[in-house]
């Protein structure tokens, strides 16, 4: 008489472990100990719990000034979502670095220099420079930048209209995390709606962008980045959407730089808020069949930062 073995012990010390095999199929679960990522409370008055931690890749740098404190955590949702883009706008232009700055703090709350910051839901973002021979050119600190896409503090390269725009439409279309807002300066907004104009964007990808960038009210003008915020997902209780009430930005212990040149860490720490815009260059957008009247239709001119065309957020943004 033959004994038949049946391979039972196997699947079973398996799926104890919190895999299932069946044939050749296998199936992961999440194990027990692992909870998701939440947003608890706003933006402005609110932490995180389970925050996830944006690590560096080829295609993704932390500005340095920011690395000191390692605010780097964020719901599960923002983490995965400023990874994609990075990645797309590295496929885009192979080589190109997005450059963050502040996320959260492990478990959210207060965080140095900001007002918001604390629920794990925003992230500020850097805008890519070019040399002249249109090659990234990476900063250790912020770099403001004037309508005409020159540094307000002089330096051998411009703004990068190109490689920007790439990595905020790559945001602003993500599938699966919808973003609610992105404070920008007004003079950048209507530069990257103008370009997304030359370079033949929709009128419906326009006008989203133009619908999601908005200008802080009350504070520095983010011409030296943008920031970005997430919406609250549907299925998260204790998510606040909207702010809380302006409160007063803790005072800034890190040494945030504005930097001239790249990668020159004798610079010292410099905002300059009194510079006044400079004329930008003249340029045409294409011509358009369409009649449809839109949000970007009169986005013609970078310097064009009226109340219609940039509108003002009472959000709070820092």
Not at 184 to 205: C, K, N, P, T, V
Request: with cysteine.
């Amino acid at each position: 008489m033959r004994l038949r073995i049946f391979p039972v012990l196997g699947p079973l010390l398996l799926v104890a472990g919190g895999v299932f095999i069946a044939g050749s199929s296998v199936a992961a679960t999440t194990p027990k100990n692992v909870r998701a990522s939440r947003s608890i409370g706003s933006p402005s008055e609110g932490h995180l719990a389970f925050g996830v931690h944006l690590p560096a890749a080829p295609y993704l740098r932390v500005l340095p000034v920011c690395e000191p404190g390692d605010e780097r955590w964020g719901t599960k949702s923002l983490v995965d979502l400023i990874d994609r883009a990075a990645k797309a706008t590295a496929r885009d232009f192979p080589g190109a670095r997005t450059t963050i700055g502040d996320l959260s703090r492990h478990e959210g709350g207060e965080i140095d220099g900001h007002a918001s910051h604390e629920s794990g839901r925003d992230v500020d973002v850097l805008f890519f420079s070019k040399d002249k021979r249109g090659k990234p050119v990476y900063h250790e600190g912020f770099v403001a930048y004037r309508a005409d896409g020159t540094p307000k503090l002089g330096g051998e390269f411009r703004f990068d209209d190109a490689r920007t725009w790439a990595l905020l439409k790559h945001m602003l279309t993500d599938r699966q995390v919808p973003v609610s807002r992105v404070f920008i300066a007004g003079h950048i907004r209507a530069r990257l709606l103008h370009y997304a104009a030359s370079a033949g964007e929709s009128i419906d990808m326009r006008d989203h962008a133009a619908s999601v960038m908005v200008e802080p009210a009350g504070v520095l003008p983010h011409d030296d980045h943008f920031h970005l915020r997430i919406a609250c997902p549907p299925d998260v209780a204790g998510c606040i959407e909207a702010a809380a009430p302006r409160k007063r930005i803790r005072a800034i212990k890190k040494p945030l730089r504005s930097l001239r040149e790249p990668l020159s860490p004798e610079k010292p720490s410099v905002h300059d808020k009194t510079s006044t815009p400079a004329k930008p260059e003249a340029a045409t957008p294409p011509k358009t069949s369409s009649s449809r009247t839109s949000a970007t239709a009169n986005v013609s001119d970078p310097s064009d930062t009226n109340a219609s065309d940039s509108p003002a957020s009472t959000d709070d943004p820092e």
